[in-house]
Structures are given as structure tokens and as C-alpha cells.
């Protein structure tokens, strides 16, 4: 998808969060071009000095990781692009959407094709037999370098958020008390899977609503969390309605909740939701690694009725109720047969829990939770 693309446009850009395999997947994917990384600081002080020889006056072809450190690099990458018309010429990486998706926006709108990369799927952990039960995968979570240097998980994802804190909160907004934004993060994790209070969490941490959705804004631009919105066939009322917030990596999810063992996981009040938001963050790297924007929606009624993931074919609803129960029973599909008694026109339905056999019960499809990408995207 990523060659396909640079077939076609002079720029690629790839956003991700930290340590989702950007760098490695376009390195091994253009081995040809020259790389640059701008976290580097020499690099940075080269390209103040001197950006046309950093960019190899657009004769070569390059990578660019970490863009968003220098978005006036973009300026120069379009000068180029139009003078050579060369497609693949420049491929872009960057861990913080707004800062380089809005210089992309004023510099390079129609020049470059935009891909988004997650942490590792459950499918393609399954493809490289790496896939474990289910209290594993969310203890462990996602990360490629857990995987690829075997490093403990509580170890992994305390630096991991550390860095992130300190390159990308504290270069995005100027916060006094960090601890606070930290406090906000755990109280957030809390509330995985939940309807968002922004006034609740302002309260708990003692700032104002607006500096809430302020700091959301950057967890979400950074790629740490997604929100997703209600289902409503009115597409404007969605817009309005109150959103669940889930993470887009189960370890960091389970680091912040202070989660340590299988054991452990397996006795939380919680893990139905942490369950929930493994399954929801693989949804969204199915759609992305395929191509597609996710656009996954959730369903809650007056009377009750909850359906905890939607997503539309061709604007009819495909329900998927989510069990972190290993053993099914028929009283987990109950939600959805309810739905299906309201809902007449769907492209269908299924329960992805925490087992592994397959059936299908009253039309009603269910599947284990490695199956999500599958189920509900098809093959890759």
C-alpha cells in the first residue's frame, strides 16, 4: 500500500505514535533512500544552517523521520518535489499529528498520499506465531520492541511514557505541574471504555474543563488514545453526543492501571473494559492497515441497550458485542438479538470474546478476539 502509493506521489507521510515500527517499516521498504532522523539535534542545527544540503538539494531520495520537529522542512521538500515531479522522492515519518498534519496541509495538500501505523495487530502478532492468551496480550500490550528485544513490560512502557512526557506533552503544551497531567492520564485509564465527563476529571484533578479537553486533545494528537463516537443514523447528532475514550496500546493501558501479572488481570474489576479496548484499538489497526479510516461507533439507548462496537457497510450497521469471558453462553448475545429486533436492516452481527471456538447462533456470528480484523474488515 505504502509502494503502491509512492508510485504515484512525490511525498508519503506516515504518522504513528512512538515506537509503533515507523522507521523500520519505511527503512526496509525504501532501503534506497538516504535517511535523516530530526530528533537528532546535530541534524536540526544542519538543517538551520544548511537545508538544502541536508535534503540533498532534492536530487536523492529520502527519508525523513521525526518531521514534525522541523515543519518549515516541508517548504523546501515542496520546492523540490515540483521542480524534480519524481514520485517516491521523500518519505515522511512523524509521532505528532497536528504539528506536521497542519504544515502538510499548507505545503504539500495534493503532493503527498497519508498512512497512519499502530502498534502491532493481533493479526499480524498471529502471522509470526506470537500471539498469546488473553491476559498476556494485555498485560504485554503491542509494542514491537517487546517483541523484538524481549524486554519486561513494566520496564517498556515506564520509559515509554516518560519519553513521551517529556518530548512531546511538554513541547506541545507548557504545563507547570506535570504531575497533575500525569494524574489525568491514570484517571483516564480508569475510565477506559466510558462515557467522557471532562467536568468529572477537571474536578479530580483540580483544572478547569477546557484545560481537560486541551490535554485530550494532545493525547489524541499524539495517537495515545481515540475517541469514539455514539451511533445515531442522524449523522449530525453523533457530532453532539457524549464519546468513549479508549487506548490505542493495551500494555501502556495496563502499566497506567498498575497491572503487573496475568494473574492479576485476570481478577481486575476492570477487565471487561480492558478486554474491550484490546478489541477497539485492533479494529482501528485493521481499518488503517488496510487503507481505511476506522470509524468505529458504539450504540446506548434510554432503555439500556448497549452495543459495544459499530461499524457501517455501506451506511448499514454491523454490531459487535464484546465478552472478555472465555467460555461462551447464550445470555452474551442478548444485547445483540435485542438489537436485531430493532434494527431490521443490518450488513450483521457478532460476539468476539475471550475464547477460542467459532460458531455461529441465531445469525449471530461468534468469534474469538484475534478474529476482530478478519470479522470485521475481511483479509488483508
Same mark, same amino acid.
Given at each position: 500500500?505504502?509502494?503502491?502509493?509512492?508510485?504515484?506521489?512525490?511525498?508519503?507521510?506516515?504518522?504513528?505514535?512512538?515506537?509503533?515500527?515507523?522507521?523500520?517499516?519505511?527503512?526496509?521498504?525504501?532501503?534506497?533512500?538516504?535517511?535523516?532522523?530530526?530528533?537528532?539535534?546535530?541534524?536540526?542545527?544542519?538543517?538551520?544552517?544548511?537545508?538544502?544540503?541536508?535534503?540533498?538539494?532534492?536530487?536523492?531520495?529520502?527519508?525523513?523521520?521525526?518531521?514534525?520537529?522541523?515543519?518549515?522542512?516541508?517548504?523546501?521538500?515542496?520546492?523540490?518535489?515540483?521542480?524534480?515531479?519524481?514520485?517516491?522522492?521523500?518519505?515522511?515519518?512523524?509521532?505528532?499529528?497536528?504539528?506536521?498534519?497542519?504544515?502538510?496541509?499548507?505545503?504539500?495538500?495534493?503532493?503527498?498520499?497519508?498512512?497512519?501505523?499502530?502498534?502491532?495487530?493481533?493479526?499480524?502478532?498471529?502471522?509470526?506465531?506470537?500471539?498469546?492468551?488473553?491476559?498476556?496480550?494485555?498485560?504485554?500490550?503491542?509494542?514491537?520492541?517487546?517483541?523484538?528485544?524481549?524486554?519486561?513490560?513494566?520496564?517498556?512502557?515506564?520509559?515509554?511514557?516518560?519519553?513521551?512526557?517529556?518530548?512531546?506533552?511538554?513541547?506541545?503544551?507548557?504545563?507547570?505541574?506535570?504531575?497533575?497531567?500525569?494524574?489525568?492520564?491514570?484517571?483516564?485509564?480508569?475510565?477506559?471504555?466510558?462515557?467522557?465527563?471532562?467536568?468529572?476529571?477537571? +474536578?479530580?484533578?483540580? =483544572?478547569? &474543563? $477546557?484545560?481537560?479537553?486541551?490535554?485530550?486533545?494532545? %493525547?489524541? !494528537?499524539?495517537? #495515545?488514545?481515540?475517541?469514539?463516537?455514539?451511533?445515531?443514523?442522524?449523522? +449530525?447528532?453523533?457530532? =453532539?453526543? &457524549? $464519546?468513549?475514550?479508549?487506548?490505542?496500546?493495551?500494555? %501502556?493501558? !495496563?502499566?497506567? #492501571?498498575?497491572?503487573?501479572?496475568?494473574?492479576?488481570?485476570?481478577?481486575?474489576?476492570?477487565?471487561?473494559?480492558?478486554?474491550?479496548?484490546?478489541?477497539?484499538?485492533?479494529?482501528?489497526?485493521? !481499518?488503517?492497515?488496510?487503507?481505511?479510516?476506522?470509524?468505529?461507533?458504539?450504540?446506548?439507548?434510554?432503555?439500556?441497550?448497549?452495543?459495544?462496537?459499530?461499524?457501517?457497510?455501506?451506511?448499514?450497521?454491523?454490531?459487535?458485542?464484546?465478552?472478555?469471558?472465555?467460555?461462551?453462553?447464550?445470555?452474551?448475545?442478548?444485547?445483540?438479538?435485542?438489537?436485531?429486533?430493532?434494527?431490521?436492516?443490518?450488513?450483521?452481527?457478532?460476539?468476539?470474546?475471550?475464547?477460542?471456538?467459532?460458531?455461529?447462533?441465531?445469525?449471530?456470528?461468534?468469534?474469538?478476539?484475534?478474529?476482530?480484523?478478519?470479522?470485521?474488515?475481511?483479509?488483508?
Amino acid at each position: 500500500m505504502i509502494r503502491k502509493a509512492a508510485r504515484s506521489f512525490p511525498v508519503v507521510s506516515l504518522f504513528g505514535p512512538r515506537q509503533s515500527g515507523k522507521t523500520t517499516l519505511v527503512r526496509a521498504l525504501f532501503p534506497d533512500h538516504h535517511y535523516i532522523n530530526l530528533e537528532n539535534p546535530e541534524t536540526r542545527r544542519f538543517f538551520s544552517e544548511d537545508p538544502r544540503s541536508l535534503l540533498r538539494n532534492g536530487r536523492e531520495p529520502l527519508v525523513v523521520d521525526e518531521a514534525q520537529r522541523e515543519p518549515e522542512l516541508l517548504s523546501w521538500i515542496q520546492v523540490f518535489a515540483d521542480a524534480q515531479n519524481s514520485p517516491g522522492m521523500f518519505v515522511l515519518t512523524g509521532s505528532n499529528q497536528p504539528e506536521l498534519g497542519q504544515a502538510i496541509s499548507q505545503s504539500l495538500a495534493g503532493r503527498t498520499s497519508i498512512h497512519y501505523l499502530l502498534p502491532l495487530s493481533l493479526e499480524e502478532l498471529s502471522d509470526q506465531a506470537l500471539l498469546g492468551s488473553r491476559d498476556q496480550l494485555l498485560v504485554n500490550g503491542c509494542l514491537p520492541r517487546l517483541y523484538d528485544a524481549n524486554l519486561p513490560a513494566d520496564q517498556l512502557y515506564s520509559a515509554y511514557f516518560a519519553t513521551y512526557v517529556e518530548r512531546d506533552v511538554r513541547r506541545l503544551i507548557h504545563i507547570r505541574d506535570m504531575t497533575k497531567f500525569e494524574t489525568f492520564v491514570r484517571l483516564l485509564a480508569g475510565r477506559v471504555g466510558q462515557l467522557v465527563n471532562l467536568a468529572a476529571l477537571g +474536578g479530580d484533578v483540580g =483544572v478547569s &474543563t $477546557p484545560t481537560i479537553s486541551g490535554w485530550l486533545g494532545v %493525547l489524541e !494528537a499524539s495517537f #495515545l488514545v481515540m475517541r469514539v463516537q455514539p451511533y445515531h443514523s442522524n449523522l +449530525g447528532k453523533r457530532l =453532539v453526543k &457524549t $464519546p468513549k475514550l479508549y487506548f490505542t496500546e493495551p500494555g %501502556l493501558l !495496563a502499566w497506567l #492501571l498498575q497491572i503487573e501479572t496475568e494473574e492479576q488481570m485476570a481478577r481486575d474489576p476492570l477487565l471487561g473494559n480492558i478486554f474491550e479496548n484490546m478489541v477497539m484499538a485492533e479494529a482501528s489497526k485493521a !481499518a488503517w492497515n488496510r487503507g481505511q479510516e476506522p470509524r468505529l461507533l458504539f450504540y446506548r439507548d434510554k432503555s439500556g441497550l448497549e452495543i459495544d462496537l459499530i461499524r457501517e457497510v455501506q451506511r448499514r450497521p454491523f454490531a459487535v458485542e464484546v465478552k472478555a469471558g472465555r467460555t461462551f453462553a447464550r445470555e452474551m448475545i442478548a444485547p445483540l438479538r435485542r438489537w436485531q429486533t430493532l434494527h431490521g436492516d443490518l450488513a450483521g452481527s457478532a460476539l468476539v470474546y475471550g475464547g477460542d471456538e467459532e460458531t455461529v447462533v441465531d445469525g449471530i456470528t461468534v468469534a474469538p478476539f484475534y478474529r476482530t480484523a478478519s470479522l470485521l474488515f475481511g483479509s488483508a
